[in-house]
């Protein structure tokens, strides 16, 4: 089992700036592929952003992309998700997931691909 908390959500206005965070435990955190997705109120859950178990490869949906930026630690078992020039529209629960890796380079942008998630943390960016 792998648990995740995330951290880091908040309010914010639009063009500002938030970074949320995964802590992972439970599992050699090395060997797992890690991603984001969000869930906006009576909305399906959408892929954000995926990192390789080796943090070399990183993969985001077109929505985001060269806005938010995923890394990680795997010296401190973190995954995080740095979030720029909001929109309102980026308003969502954030969650982390994670999945073990099939080799070191994949990523997974797939809801499915995901056997373990964290609780979510809200993001709510004004207008």
């Known amino acids: 089992q792998v648990q995740l908390v995330e951290s880091g959500g908040g309010l914010v206005q639009a063009g500002g700036s938030l970074r949320l965070s995964c802590a992972a435990s439970?599992?050699?955190?090395?060997?797992?592929?890690m991603g984001w997705f969000r869930q906006a109120p009576g909305k399906a859950r959408e892929f954000v952003a995926a990192?390789?178990?080796?943090?070399?490869?990183?993969n985001y949906a077109e929505s985001v992309k060269g806005r938010f930026t995923i890394s990680r630690d795997n010296a401190k078992n973190t995954v995080s998700l740095q979030l720029n020039s909001l929109k309102p529209e980026d308003t969502a629960d954030y969650y982390c997931?994670?999945?073990?890796?099939?080799?070191?380079?994949?990523?997974?942008?797939?809801?499915?691909?995901?056997?373990?998630w964290g609780q979510g943390t809200q993001v709510t960016v004004s207008s």
């Open positions: 990192i390789s178990s080796s943090g070399g490869i990183t």
């Open positions: 997931c994670a999945r073990y890796r099939e080799y070191s380079t994949r990523t997974y942008s797939r809801r499915d691909d995901y056997p373990y």
């Open positions: 439970g599992r050699t955190f090395s060997n797992y592929a």
